[in-house]
Nanobody, 122 residues
Framework: VQLQASGGGLVQAGGSLSLSCTAS????????IGWIRQAPGKEREFVAA????????VYLDSVKGRFTISRDNGENTVYLQMNSLKPEDTAVYYC????????????????WGQGTLVTVSS
């Protein structure tokens, strides 16, 4: 699976951004797709994921109610809508894929996309 992430940028606190992750080489629906981020000087952490059919979603506690992950199987794309952004959301965001949700949540997916930088200014 090849993953291509896009949509990062600079936004003020309270603003919104939408990230996209497009997959190739394998149907998106065959894998759990997630977002993992790495802030400067910190370890990578799980942010959100959406499972294979039937799609269920899981979120990091600190982003619940602010971030929404969704999937468009026809477009082979997963989206992460990020609202009410905070400076502590600043990080490089990676999309990731694995057949198992548990491996994505453990930040041990088989497949990684390149990162996209999200910067939230205060």
């Amino acid at each position: 699976v090849q993953l291509q992430a896009s949509g990062g940028g600079l936004v003020q606190a309270g603003g919104s951004l939408s990230l996209s992750c497009t997959a190739s080489g394998s149907p998106l629906s065959a894998n759990t797709i997630g977002w993992i981020r790495q802030a400067p000087g910190k370890e990578r952490e799980f942010v959100a994921a959406i499972s294979r059919f039937p799609a269920s979603t899981v979120y990091l506690d600190s982003v619940k109610g602010r971030f929404t992950i969704s999937r468009d199987n026809g477009e082979n794309t997963v989206y992460l809508q990020m609202n009410s952004l905070k400076p502590e959301d600043t990080a490089v965001y990676y999309c990731a894929a694995d057949r198992l949700m548990s491996r994505v949540r453990a930040v041990r997916p088989d497949y990684w996309g390149q990162g996209t930088l999200v910067t939230v200014s205060s």
